[in-house]
């Protein structure tokens, strides 16, 4: 299958996405994973994303584009993918439809200040890239490996905020985008991850069926 998660910013796509593509041997394409890497090689991309992403900010089109392009041609990829963080714009999701065909659209739904509380307590593993929630714990290491876990810079109030602003403005649309395809599947993301989780593989299950 091929699969888009959409989502806002600390939606829990991350984690979500890892059970995902675990469950049914799916390539994991996180966008903002390849982006982060790059910006730890301080590559000239990295670099400007860096700057970008501290503010808020989307990075270019173009620029997203064709890492997605040249990602889903490797060979991981030949026997499905799931897209995490991307599309972002109808401009990318047009872009996307010249390129492949999607099977179906997860957009997992949560509250803005709901979203903004998370967003404090998140933390990064730097090591495997796990995503985990902290209650006042400023040490905490990562339950899969064992490293400190860090906060992505753009994770404070202000600057989620601003994400949220943008996600709102540019890639809502996406929602109505691929509804009116008729392949969106709209997932309640307030609850628990165990409970995101069951509804998600209840869906997919019932398209491979």
Do not use: W
């Amino acid at each position: 299958m091929k699969l888009i998660l959409l989502g806002p910013p600390a939606a829990g796509k991350g984690t979500q996405a890892e059970g995902i593509a675990e469950r049914y041997s799916l390539a994991h394409i996180s966008t903002g994973d390849m982006l982060r890497a790059e910006i730890a090689l301080k590559t000239t991309l990295g670099l400007q994303a860096k700057a970008l992403i501290d503010d808020g900010n989307l990075v270019p089109d173009e620029i997203i584009n064709e890492m997605v392009k040249e990602r889903i041609r490797q060979e991981d990829c030949k026997g499905g993918f799931l897209l995490d963080g991307y599309p972002r714009t109808l401009a990318q999701a047009e872009t996307l439809s010249q390129i492949t065909n999607i099977d179906a659209v997860l957009d997992i739904d949560v509250e803005p200040e709901v979203l903004v509380t998370r967003a404090a307590k998140r933390r990064v593993c730097p090591e495997c890239k796990h995503t985990q929630l902290v209650d006042g714990v400023t040490d905490a290491v990562c339950a899969k490996c064992g490293a400190k876990l860090i906060q992505r810079p753009d994770d404070n109030p202000e600057a989620m905020r601003h994400r949220l602003a943008i996600y709102y403005e540019r890639t809502f649309p996406l929602i109505r985008y691929y509804k009116a395809k008729g392949i969106l599947k709209a997932i309640d993301g307030s609850g628990t991850i165990e409970k995101v989780s069951s509804e998600i593989f209840e869906f997919i299950d019932g398209k491979l069926s």
